[in-house]
Every structure is written in C-alpha cells, then in structure tokens.
C-alpha cells in the first residue's frame, strides 16, 4: 500500500472491523517521516528436517491484530518502494450535480423539496450513481454515503467512527423520497470500511458496492477516496513459483499448559535453500487466511519480484485446537502474556530451529502482531531480546498496558518500563505503523522516543486508514521489504 513512513502512536480498538471484544480509543497525531537502515545478519545452520507433528485440517476464522515500536539512532525520509500504485481515478460526472462538491450535493437535496417528481428524479440519481460506481459518492471536498430503501433511520459507521464505539454519520432523507444520505468530511486520501446501520438494530454491509474485504465479524464494504492509492500484493498469480503452506500442526506446549495450533509456509525451492530468516506470526489463523492477511500470497510475490530474500514464516493459531470456533488472542495476548510468550520462545522456535532450515539468530527472526497483538509483542520482544531481533508491530494497543482490561496488562506494563530503563546493549530493528488520526490507536512518536534512547532501528508508517484488515494487509508488503528486502 502506498504509506508515508512517520512516528505514529494511538490507543484504540474497533471492535467490528478488527476481530477483538474489547474497546476504548485514544486519537493519534502524525509526525515526520523517520527511518534508520540497518543490516540483518544470517548465520549458516544445519539442513533440517521437515516436521512430523500431527496436523489439524485448516479452517477459517478472524482475530485482531497488534504492534511494537522502536525508534531510530540517525533519521531519513523514506518512500515506499512498493510498486504497483494505482493512480487516483477522475470523478465522473453526475447529471444531477452542478459540482463535485458538498454545496453541490445539499444544492441537488434542496431542489427535490417539494418536487412532484422528486422519486423520479431521485432513482434516475441512483441508478446513474450505481453503474458508475459511485457509491458512495467522492467528492472533491468530501464524500455523501447513500442508502436506498424503506427505513425509520440509517447511521453509517466504520473506522472513521471507531465502528459501534463513537458517534456513526447519521442519515437523513432526501425529502419524502426513499433515498437517505450521510455527509462526510474526509481527507482525499483516505480509504475506510464501514457499514450501514438500519432502524438502530441492524448492520449490513453495503448493498450498492461491490468493494469489500473481510474482517473479524464478516465483509465490511470499503471506500476509497479519490487521491488514495495503493500496492495490492495480496492477489495470487498464476505465473509465478509459489510456496508450501502447511495444515495446521498440533503442538503440546507444557509452557501454555495445552495445545497449540501453528501452520508453516516454506519459499519455492526451498530444498535448495539454507539459512532462512524466519517470521513468526500472531494472530496467524487470520494472516494466514487469504481473504484477511493472505500474507503467504503476499510473500509469493514479492519474491516473485526479487523485491524480498525468500523466508519462512510460521503462523501461530489463536483459536483453541479442539474448537476453533473459541478465539483465545486475548487470553494468549493480555490474560497469559508470560506463558505465551514462553511456548513461543522456548518451544516454537526451538522446535523450527530443528526441523526448517533456519537463520537460527536473533537477527534471523520476526516476530509480529497487530493490536492486542502488537502490544504483546513489544512485551515479547523485550522480555527476550537474545530470541527476537526485529519486531513488525501494526496499530499497537498500547491503551491496554493502562487498563485493567486483563489480568496481564498491569504486568506487561510494568515489565516494558523496567526494560525500556534498563536494557542491554542489543538494539532491535522494528517497523511500526499506524492509520489516521481519529480512526486508529494514536500517536506513535512517544514510545519511538523511548526506543530511540537504546539505539534501535525503526521505521514508522503511516497509512491513510483505520483499525481494520484491508490497511494491514495493504501495508504487509512494506513491511516485508523492510525487514527482508534484499
């Protein structure tokens, strides 16, 4: 997705786009771009075997996200060399506007008052606006989100309204006619999920657009302004070698207590490789899914395009093995943070040391989360710096290191200040990225502070988005070109 690296910190969760169960925000603010170039090491290790454990058929499911921060010693603006970056589509005109803008909108709405063939004119509107796919409808200045049909009320929210957690955009009709329209003022180069509210009890996605992505309780239809622009690496291509990705394999971890579910992705040709570098996944069951994160489809890609170094990538499951209709990221990222934290450390990566044909360094390995998650990992990440040298952390919920939220919280928190106070000498290299102010988890500039003091290495993201599964997957090939592009 075309980003603008910057510092970016927030506190916030969405419920509906983001697959958690918990709220509460706080707004962020934009900064300056800043990025530090570091090299990542690989060290040679022993050719491996492939693993034996018992695997689980795949289903789908949805989880949430999480992030870590880290700042930078020497600083840069940094461009995204992603490619593929669709240019901003021209308006196309509207019969029944004067202009593209909002007076030009409550100038139309205006002249149906009163109009005996206000009907009339309204689904001559409507059926123009629907087979030029302009619903909802950009403006230059803003956007009108519209619902047609028989309704006592229509609200539209999303990630601009922090979905059922903030104030929505009420509708109001055109008047007696059965068209109902919300007025928006959002920046050019947005882009956003959301949903239409029916009578205050009921949400659908929206019926009159076909653009949608799937989030933690289903499809979200999704809108984008005219000046957003994006890198899609998310669809998969006939043309090209493609990966291995694995059913879900069974594990019996003594430091969770229970088992675990975890699937691996392994490059194209990789018997004829050695030394891989290894990212390791939170939430994976949703990354892993392709109408989520389709992150394995992503990394097809971009080796495909010699943008990235072939790698592994494990996913770890947060559903529970013998009922993946129970998602446990919170339990795993909030209740348990230590226990988890330790299955992954001293388990996992152990366990894909001996059977992958892995990069075993700390700068050989990821570790990454969204959200919930992405507070996690920073809790992770600095609990065991010696395991993890580089951590890909998108909208942090770092509110919940604040809250009583979960058992853990208090105790990550204090944990994370006593690191941050007292850390050694192994700096980290960290990507971090955040949406819009208002519709994600904040401001990120704070806590890059606070790495900066420790010489780690980080590159800031901001994406003109929300809290939601279409930015991060949009920003997974960022993400990826920094921490393994070659």
Known sequence: ???????????????????????????????????????????????????????????????????????????????????????????????????????????????????????????????????????????????????????????????????????????????????????????????TEYEIFLNGTRAISDPANPYKHKGGFGYNSIFAMPAFQVTDFSTPRKNIAHGNLTDWIRFESKAWGAPLNYRVYTPPNYDALENLPVLYVTDGNDYSDPEMGGTQTIIDNLIADGKISPLIAVFIDARVPDNLKKNERETQFLARPEDFAAFITSELVTTIDSQYRTNATREGRTLMGVSFGGAFITYAGLRYPEVFGNLAIYSPAYWVYQSNVAAGAPRMSAFVDDALATRGELPTKIFLSAGLTGWDVGDMQPWAKRFEQHGDIIQLFHSQEGHSWSAWTGLTDEMLEYLFGK
């Not at 009320?153 to 309204?161: E, H, I, K, Q, W």
Request: glycine share 4%.
């Open 1 to 191: 997705m075309k980003r603008f690296p910057i510092l970016f910190f927030a506190a916030l969760f969405f419920t509906a786009c983001a697959n958690i169960t918990t709220p509460t925000t706080l707004p962020p603010t934009p900064t300056q771009n800043k990025t530090v170039a570091t090299a990542t090491t690989s060290a040679p290790t022993a050719t491996k075997l492939q693993p034996t454990a018992t695997r689980v058929t795949a289903t789908p499911t949805r989880v949430p996200p999480t992030l870590t921060p880290v700042p930078p010693t020497a600083t840069q603006t940094l461009v995204p060399s992603a490619t593929n970056v669709s240019a901003p589509p021209t308006l196309a005109p509207i019969s029944e506007l004067s202009a593209q803008t909002r007076a030009g909108w409550e100038e139309f709405v205006a002249s149906v008052q009163g109009d005996a063939n206000a009907q009339a004119r309204v689904d001559a509107l409507w059926n123009e606006l629907v087979n030029k796919r302009r619903v909802p409808l950009a403006l230059d200045d803003g956007a009108i989100f519209l619902y047609k049909g028989d309704a006592s009320s229509v609200a539209f929210r999303g990630d601009f309204s922090y979905w059922q957690l903030g104030k929505p955009i009420e509708g109001a009709r055109v008047g007696q006619t059965d068209l109902w329209y919300g007025v928006a003022n959002f920046p050019r180069d947005s882009r």
